[in-house]
């Protein structure tokens, strides 16, 4: 057994980042400033993306874009149950009605076809989910969605670096970043809206700083014009200058840490093809850059003869961490309560829910980490 835990992600933050963020800290100005006008900037630019705002999380940008795009009761919006809870308990929160579109079975993601039989004419939005660091098949969810007239936004969460036919995700359309700390990079917490729709940027600009008529920074005057109005009532969802400056160090280490979660993906993927008990997600067919987010495997609870929590608290017990991405959340109290889905309606997401769990990844790992991953894997199967 291991003598230290190793967990299942770890943020890989450098002496020079941590430098960067000391130097903001002295400088007197700590909110949003010049880094995080630079860090939007950079991510845009990295992205091939017309537009970045820069916010306190993920989760802050979905819910200014739900309010920018009038989502109300009513309302349906379509999007996995495979996925965080935030989205769906924004959709909540809105008044309007989440709607469960079942996931591919080997790759956790939607599909146009899966999508489609849930359309209705209430439906006001789409968001499917990119996943474990794997790329949507875009392409037909866009061609579907233009036709019924529908907006889509991407849930990017997991798919910074992610690219699609030759584009990082980001590039065309509107799609919300995570920065969380087990993300492939991280601001501590932050997140990152891209659009290629000007209207609507700008209405998230204001809606992220108090509903002003200007952004929370301008570069003219260094802090807020005094003559800002209130343009509509806004929030307070702006990402520090701290916050973002530790962003700019990471996203210009991205590629790297990309490029050594993938060798470790394979690693764990060669080493394990032999365990019958145990299954990766499937690689999406369609031509994409996986960015290895998450290693997600599926556990065969009948041949394992344990349950999923029972493997992971082994796992645990003998040092090693896992994670799970995630319960499905139409099996969450709140929503087995509220919702009440007939059982079977999403055959793929329930099946996933009960089976899923993500090994440790993270760019500072060794290769021999993997090894005793799975060697402890084999010893906790075996008994």
Same mark, same amino acid.
């Given at each position: 057994?291991?003598?230290?835990?190793?967990?299942?992600?770890?943020?890989?933050?450098?002496?020079?980042?941590?430098?960067?963020?000391?130097?903001?800290?002295?400088?007197? +100005?700590?909110?949003?400033?010049?880094?995080?006008?630079?860090?939007?900037?950079?991510?845009?630019?990295?992205?091939?993306?017309?537009? %970045?705002?820069?916010?306190?999380?993920?989760?802050?940008?979905?819910?200014?874009?739900?309010? %920018?795009?009038?989502?109300?009761?009513?309302?349906?919006?379509?999007?996995?149950?495979?996925? +965080?809870?935030?989205? /769906?308990?924004?959709?909540?929160?809105?008044?309007?009605?989440?709607?469960?579109?079942?996931?591919?079975?080997?790759?956790?993601? /939607?599909? %146009?076809?899966?999508?489609?039989?849930?359309?209705?004419?209430?439906?006001?939005?789409?968001?499917?989910?990119?996943?474990?660091?794997?790329?949507?098949?875009?392409?037909?969810?866009?061609?579907?969605?233009?036709?019924?007239?529908?907006?889509?936004?991407?849930?990017?969460?997991?798919?910074?670096?992610?690219?699609?036919?030759?584009?990082?995700?980001?590039?065309?359309?509107?799609?919300? *970043?995570?920065?969380?700390?087990?993300?492939? #990079?991280?601001?501590?917490?932050?997140? #990152?809206?891209?659009?290629?729709?000007?209207?609507?940027?700008?209405?998230?600009?204001?809606?992220?700083?108090?509903?002003?008529?200007?952004?929370?920074?301008?570069?003219?005057?260094?802090?807020?014009?005094?003559?800002?109005?209130?343009?509509?009532?806004?929030?307070?969802?702006?990402?520090?200058? *701290?916050? %973002?400056?530790?962003?700019?160090?990471?996203?210009?280490?991205?590629?790297?840490?990309?490029?050594?979660?993938?060798?470790?993906?394979?690693?764990?993927?060669?080493?394990?093809?032999?365990?019958?008990?145990?299954?990766?997600?499937?690689?999406?067919?369609?031509?994409?850059?996986?960015? +290895?987010?998450?290693?997600?495997?599926?556990?065969?609870?009948?041949?394992?003869?344990?349950?999923?929590?029972?493997?992971?608290?082994?796992?645990?017990?003998?040092?090693?961490?896992?994670?799970?991405?995630?319960?499905?959340?139409?099996?969450?109290?709140?929503?087995?309560?509220?919702?009440?889905?007939?059982?079977?309606?999403?055959?793929?997401?329930? +099946?996933?829910?009960?089976?899923?769990?993500?090994?440790?990844?993270?760019?500072?790992?060794?290769?021999?980490?993997?090894?005793?991953?799975?060697?402890?894997?084999?010893?906790?199967?075996?008994?």
């Amino acid at each position: 057994m291991r003598a230290d835990f190793l967990p299942f992600s770890k943020p890989s933050i450098s002496e020079a980042e941590i430098a960067a963020v000391a130097e903001v800290l002295r400088s007197g +100005w700590i909110t949003t400033g010049l880094r995080a006008a630079a860090f939007e900037e950079a991510f845009a630019a990295y992205c091939g993306a017309q537009s %970045a705002v820069a916010l306190a999380s993920a989760t802050a940008g979905m819910h200014i874009l739900l309010k %920018a795009l009038n989502i109300k009761p009513g309302d349906e919006v379509e999007t996995p149950s495979m996925t +965080w809870v935030s989205t /769906v308990n924004l959709i909540t929160l809105a008044g309007a009605t989440p709607v469960f579109a079942d996931i591919d079975q080997g790759t956790l993601m /939607v599909t %146009a076809e899966t999508i489609e039989p849930c359309l209705s004419e209430r439906t006001r939005l789409i968001v499917p989910v990119h996943f474990a660091g794997a790329s949507l098949d875009l392409d037909p969810i866009r061609h579907l969605a233009a036709q019924h007239g529908i907006p889509m936004v991407e849930d990017a969460a997991h798919a910074v670096g992610t690219e699609y036919k030759g584009h990082k995700i980001g590039a065309s359309g509107t799609g919300i *970043f995570s920065f969380h700390p087990i993300k492939n #990079m991280t601001c501590g917490e932050g997140g #990152m809206l891209v659009s290629d729709q000007p209207e609507l940027t700008e209405r998230i600009k204001r809606l992220k700083f108090h509903g002003l008529g200007v952004d929370a920074y301008d570069r003219t005057t260094q802090g807020r014009a005094p003559q800002a109005e209130v343009i509509e009532p806004g929030f307070k969802y702006n990402l520090t200058d *701290f916050a %973002a400056v530790l962003g700019l160090g990471q996203l210009a280490s991205l590629d790297g840490f990309i490029e050594r979660r993938a060798a470790l993906a394979q690693r764990y993927l060669d080493r394990l093809a032999g365990i019958d008990e145990i299954s990766p997600l499937a690689l999406p067919a369609w031509p994409m850059r996986h960015a +290895w987010h998450l290693f997600i495997v599926r556990l065969d609870i009948e041949r394992a003869g344990l349950s999923r929590d029972e493997f992971m608290a082994r796992l645990k017990a003998k040092n090693i961490g896992s994670g799970l991405h995630f319960r499905a959340v139409h099996t969450q109290k709140y929503y087995r309560e509220t919702l009440g889905l007939p059982a079977g309606v999403l055959p793929n997401t329930d +099946w996933n829910s009960e089976r899923i769990c993500s090994l440790p990844l993270f760019p500072a790992m060794l290769d021999a980490d993997v090894d005793q991953v799975v060697a402890t894997i084999k010893e906790v199967l075996a008994r």
